[in-house]
């Protein structure tokens, strides 16, 4: 063989390639084309989910809709067009007095930083409080801006409760999974207690977290039902990842001299990043649910308050676009937040082969 | 086919018609049980749903009597040698009884410190005002609203019990505490396993048949991915608005969340087989669709242990959450009208219930796989026991401590 | 029945994961007659399993094809069964099950499956485990099963890929008895890849040299059979040991050293 058909059967090689990896994005979007399709034939007049499923993008038509494409965002019916127009502000909500900011303070009635961490940590400035302080009288609520009103900071409100939750449940769990390798007396104790909490549908819990702080303390509600949650997963998962370590690495660690610090540092630590970052993702998609269902069983503010409002609505107006979008809204942003981890998870195992696979 | 496989089916095909059978035995010997039939609704007493539940299982033990015995002897042994067990298990891991122990004893010792608050019910509540108040209270709860209907025909249980209750102090009998527990439990029992049955065979079905096609498998990816991270939780209110609110809709609701779960662990878990088994099997000579589902599906087996206790885990949740936000019916009601009135104590008996058949249910789910995978190597307890090399890097780190002393 | 093997101009160009193309088969030519042991030798990583794997029909070749007779290699195929490296015995299914998989493939009638499953499962002398499962067996014996799969499929072509490699050295020799045995019982075309000399020189008629994916030579083992420690210590033996280290880059001193 010549050079030149070297460079043929490279080329041929290279092609193949290319070819491949065209046809696995194509038959994505086909994936999603197809996934809107069947949402849009649901929501047909003919279907018989023509009232409780509403189209994705508007009312006029499915096939007119795809055609105009994004315009079809600004039309009211759809969910994603319900959702696009009340992110700001909501008649609907404002009609309710359903509003976002406990704080009627005048200095920061129109700093959204503030009423965002008002909203968080319960926060309320009333006529009561300025009684008692002898602060200015509190803004009236028909004056509140009409950020106040929006879908969006409700939104915010939720997602910062969830991944606060997430964060410290991460931690403790992952700090009492991790000692008890060095300590396995932490894990006869906490072993037992974890898999009772943890067989039990968590969502028994809940109702003890609304008794107990609801009214009182309200952040403690859902930041702490999310915490509970976590904590118990990554827990389980630090174990599982520990021992799914070879125990001829740990001995051969131990034959070099190892001693408990510098095997837990070197060994444990980075050889359970995997596991424990696959059970992350796992623990912070089933958060979303279980955040948001806590606000809609007694809350005042947030996402699932917002749910909670239209659960009530809905029977009058008969209108489900709300609900579905803002339940299309978590599904995207659960999705969005889980590629986000999938990115940092995959720089963070490069090493191994299993970390590669995660996902995709 | 072989005789005994023959003789096998005839069993399960026999067993399942008299189901029906022996109910209608019943009915004929009508001194056994009551039973009306008006506009749709069926009535029955108590003593029929007993008598046709004696029957149904007589069955089992007339057909398989050897084996009907061997497990009546073994669950007697079982009971008999209890205590030592017990005994045992406190012998050998004490820490695991210690901390519950504390546990319980420090509940109890909080409930006296914690502040009452201005509720009618305790924040914390005793053991002695969960069991003596809550639990006997929930005499209440047994009451003749219920009514389980499916496809146009209702079942009474009202009738059901044997003296109906009455309202007030005097119809408080533990009788009725524990109909109440009992009804409850069935209807959220009866939801969960409606909804776990259609979500787990449709979810098996699907996620083994998709990977078949390459392009099937390409194409589902995206959607699949979007459905199962759609929070199902926060979805229930419109599941209520579009389904309603009765078995059909629980069915529907949770075999949906059950299914979406399943089918993508399903796919992974085709995806994982490893790829030297199909090509030993391709390269002896069999068809595609030989080795899908002899080598494939066999292969993918193991690694849905994990997702088939998590879909437990998850029809859970849906159907206590479900119930929590508008049945009439179940523990989760329980829960929400324990909520209602902020008891506490009723929500830990709720609790405990729920904690009990939820690890009832993760045996059984447990069960079933081991079942169908007898094949896999055991896994040899005590070679991944982290615990015992911890230990020895403890021992090895005291050695080398002394060494440098 | 029997067919000449030939391999015709074959490459093979993988994609490395840094995404560099790598050519796992060079122009590769050459022809097996009906028969033969034929043993493909080389350092791991210059193409002896994609070699094997292609005319497996697991991986298609970039350019190039190979024949067995006046047909085309396609796809993978009851007429030329493989032994693995890896343990690839079903787990799933009984020992007997495992060796009955490609006969049931191949919609053998119930009477004839059984005999031929009982004669190889004989033959490879695992009359006495029919009944278990894989796991209850040791790693030569699950080998053994993988053996007497491929036999009993009935192709006039086995191919093995390094199958004895992960064993000790005393159930090897004995596998290599038992390899021997049943080939000249039913005369197979039979493609062996190693990267051990001695193997080689104990089965061989021919052993095919490979190089960064290219066939550097093809030497013929006229040795005499039964191959025991004498003949293997002969001159001639000697001669082939030192082509074959010769051509992998080793010399004779660096091999006295190792």
């Not at chain 1, 399709?37 to 499915?62: K, Q, R």
């Not at chain 1, 200015?136 to 801006?145: A, F, K, T, Y």
């Not at chain 1, 104790?189 to 609304?210: D, E, L, N, R």
């Amino acid at each position: 063989m010549t050079s030149t058909d070297v460079l043929d059967v490279r080329a041929k090689a290279q092609r193949d390639k290319r070819r491949r990896r065209i046809a696995s994005i194509v038959y994505i979007a086909i994936g999603i084309t197809l996934f809107f399709v069947a949402w849009v034939l649901l929501s047909l007049e003919a279907s018989p989910w023509h009232y409780d499923i509403p189209p994705p993008f508007g009312a006029v038509g499915p096939f007119q809709d795809i055609l105009q494409g994004v315009w079809g965002l600004f039309r009211e019916e759809g969910a994603i067009a319900h959702f696009w127009s009340n992110l700001g502000t909501s008649q609907d909500m404002r009609i309710k007095f359903v509003h976002a900011c406990p704080d009627l303070h005048p200095a920061n009635v129109n700093n959204p930083f503030r009423q965002v961490a008002s909203s968080l940590m319960g926060w309320k400035y009333t006529s009561d409080t300025a009684a008692l302080t002898g602060g200015p009288l509190p803004v009236p609520i028909g004056q509140l801006p009409d950020y106040c009103y929006g879908y969006g900071i409700h939104l915010v409100v939720t997602i910062i409760r969830i991944l606060l939750g997430a964060a410290f449940g991460t931690i403790a769990g992952l700090a009492i999974g991790l000692s008890s390798l060095v300590f396995p007396k932490v894990a006869q104790v906490f072993t037992p207690i974890a898999s009772f909490f943890g067989t039990a549908p968590i969502f028994i819990a809940a109702p003890f977290f609304v008794i107990w702080f609801g009214v009182e303390v309200p952040i403690m509600t859902t930041i702490g039902l999310v915490t509970f949650y976590t904590t118990l997963l990554m827990y389980f998962f630090s174990r599982r990842a520990a021992e799914n370590i070879p125990v001829g690495i740990v001995e051969s660690a131990l034959t070099l001299g190892g001693t408990p610090r510098s095997i837990f540092r070197w060994v444990y630590l980075p050889g359970t990043v995997p596991e424990i970052a696959g059970g992350f993702r796992i623990a912070l998609a089933g958060a979303w649910g279980l955040g948001v269902l806590v606000e809609v069983l007694g809350i005042q503010v947030g996402g699932g308050h917002l749910i909670d409002i239209w659960r009530f609505l809905i029977g009058q107006l008969q209108a489900p676009s709300a609900l579905v979008a803002l339940i299309t809204f978590y599904g995207v942003l659960a999705v969005v937040v889980d590629a986000l981890l999938l990115v940092i998870i995959r720089y963070l195992t490069r090493w191994s082969e299993a970390g590669r696979r995660l996902g995709l | 086919m072989s005789l005994t496989r023959l003789l096998r089916i005839l069993f399960w095909v026999g067993w399942a018609a008299w189901i029906f059978g022996s109910g209608l035995v019943v009915l004929a010997f009508s001194s056994l049980g009551d039973w009306q039939f008006e506009e749709g609704t069926l009535h029955l007493t108590w003593q029929f749903i007993s008598f046709w539940v004696v029957l149904w299982w007589a069955y089992t033990f007339v057909f398989r009597y050897r084996r009907s015995v061997a497990a009546v002897i073994r669950i007697g042994k079982g009971i008999v040698r209890l205590p030592e067990r017990i005994l045992n298990a406190v012998k050998n891991n004490p820490l695991f009884f210690i901390t519950w122990a504390v546990l319980l004893v420090g509940w109890q010792i909080v409930s006296y410190i914690a502040p009452k608050g201005t509720l009618e019910h305790p924040l914390v509540p005793g053991f002695d005002y969960i069991i003596y108040n809550a639990l006997y209270r929930l005499s209440g709860n047994w009451d003749l609203f219920g009514g389980f209907s499916f496809a146009g025909l209702t079942l009474q249980f009202g009738e059901l019990a044997p003296f109906p209750a009455i309202e007030g102090a005097e119809s408080r009998t533990w009788t009725a505490v524990f109909l109440a527990l009992g009804f409850h439990s069935f209807m959220t029992l009866s939801r969960l396993v409606a909804g776990l049955g259609v979500g787990l065979i449709a979810g098996l079905a699907t996620g083994l048949a998709l990977p078949y096609w390459s392009a099937l498998r390409q194409i589902s990816w995206a959607p699949f991915n979007f459905l199962r991270m759609i929070p199902l939780l926060a979805a229930i209110p419109w599941m209520q608005f579009a389904l309603g609110v009765d078995l059909r809709a629980t069915t529907l609701f949770i075999g949906f969340g059950v299914w979406v779960m399943l089918v993508v662990a399903t796919m992974n878990a085709v995806a994982n087989v490893p790829d030297r088994y199909i090509e030993s099997a391709r390269t002896l000579g069999a068809s595609r669709l030989r080795t899908y589902f002899k080598v494939v599906v066999p292969g993918a087996m193991p690694e849905l242990r994990t997702a088939l206790l998590l879909a437990g885990g998850l029809g859970w949740s849906l159907t206590i959450a479900a119930e929590f936000l508008g049945f009439p019916t179940g523990l989760g009601f329980m829960a929400a009208a324990a909520v209602q009135e902020t008891n506490t104590a009723r929500l830990v008996i709720v609790a405990i219930v729920v904690a009990f058949y939820s690890l009832l249910t993760f045996y059984l789910l447990n069960q079933m796989f081991n079942r169908m995978v007898s094949w896999m190597p055991q896994r040899v307890s005590g070679t991944t026991d982290i615990s015992k090399v911890a230990g020895a890097a403890g021992a090895a780190g005291r050695a080398g401590d002394q060494l440098h002393e | 029945m029997s067919r000449v093997v030939s391999f015709e101009g074959l490459w093979c160009v993988f994609e490395h994961r840094s995404g560099q193309l790598v050519n796992a088969l060079h122009d590769v030519n050459f022809e097996v007659q009906p028969g033969e042991f034929v043993c493909v030798v080389g350092r791991s990583g210059h193409g002896k399993t994609t070699l094997l794997r292609v005319l497996a029909g697991l991986q298609p070749p970039t350019a190039g094809q190979i024949r067995l007779g006046e047909e085309v290699v396609e796809g993978p195929g009851a007429d030329r069964a493989m032994v693995f490296q890896q343990d690839t015995v079903f787990p799933w299914l009984h020992v007997r099950d495992n060796v009955e998989f490609g006969l049931r493939a191949l919609k053998v009638d119930d009477e004839e499956r059984k005999s031929t499953t009982a004669h190889w499962l004989d033959a490879v002398g695992l009359t006495d485990f029919a009944d278990s499962w894989p796991r209850e067996l040791s790693g030569g014996m699950r080998k053994r099963v993988a053996l007497a799969a491929a036999m009993a499929v009935g192709s006039d072509v086995i191919l093995m890929d390094e199958p004895f490699g992960s064993l000790d050295y005393f159930t090897r020799r004995n596998l290599h008895d038992v390899l021997l045995d049943l080939w000249e019982e039913t005369q197979k075309t039979i493609f062996f890849v190693t990267h051990d000399i001695e193997e080689a020189l104990i089965l061989a008629d021919r052993v095919i040299l490979l190089a960064e994916g290219k066939l550097v030579d093809d030497i013929p083992v006229d040795l005499p059979r039964p191959r025991d420690e004498d003949v293997r210590a002969s001159a001639g033996a000697v001669d082939i040991t030192k082509t074959i280290l010769a051509h992998l880059g080793i010399t004779e001193e660096e091999a006295t050293q190792v």
